[in-house]
């Protein structure tokens, strides 16, 4: 039988299929880093897309808060300017009412009593004056509680006192002053 020496060529073909082996593996590394790099390329820029999403929402909830404490400025404001217009509203309905009482007070102010100070504190008035008698001071009780616009006449004092050959009466009266409502006030 003939002698074949088959080493060289397995030899060979060891080295070649170690070479492509090799090579195998080295494009199986270079595939592998190549996807893991890919891989960290997508989440980076996801992560990226989402930091950006953040930050917008971020700005966008920042601008809503400013707009926010803006209304809240305005409807402050809003609340303080309603609350002048009321204000304004109420002296304008107030302000035939101190009309009605000097006018009032002059139709029942009843002869021989003088009038020398008058103090006004929201619908309760102080009158303060000089009588000829105690008399005319419970004539002008008696008109006050039958007057439309003054009502609850109160006497805190009545004071004879001698002046001259002349007796007088001072005194202290409270009385309320009616308010009425609007509807009723245009009739009258």
Excluded: C
């Excluded at 002869?111 to 103090?119: A, I, P, R």
């Excluded at 001071?137 to 616009?149: G, N």
């Excluded at 009266?173 to 009425?180: A, H, I, M, P, S």
């Amino acid at each position: 039988m003939p002698s074949i020496n088959l080493l060289p060529w397995r030899e060979e073909e060891r080295k070649r299929r170690q070479k492509e082996f090799g090579i195998a593996m080295g494009g199986a590394v270079i595939a592998g880093i190549a996807v893991i790099m890919l891989t960290l390329l997508a989440y980076t820029q996801m992560i990226s897309l989402q930091e950006n999403r953040n930050q917008r929402l971020t700005d966008e909830i920042e601008e809503l808060n400013k707009s926010i404490e803006e209304i809240d400025g305005l409807e402050r404001q809003k609340e303080r300017l309603l609350a002048r217009m009321e204000i304004i509203e109420q002296l304008q309905k107030s302000r035939p009412e101190i009309v009605h009482l000097f006018d009032e007070l002059v139709r029942q102010l009843p002869e021989g009593v003088y009038l020398t100070g008058m103090k006004q504190t929201g619908s309760r008035v102080e009158i303060r004056g000089v009588a000829q008698s105690s008399t005319r001071v419970s004539a002008l009780m008696r008109q006050i509680d039958a007057s439309k616009w003054l009502t609850d006449p109160e006497v805190e004092r009545v004071e004879t006192k001698q002046s001259g050959a002349s007796r007088q009466s001072e005194f202290v009266v409270y009385l309320k002053q009616v308010r009425l409502d609007s509807d009723s006030e245009d009739g009258v």
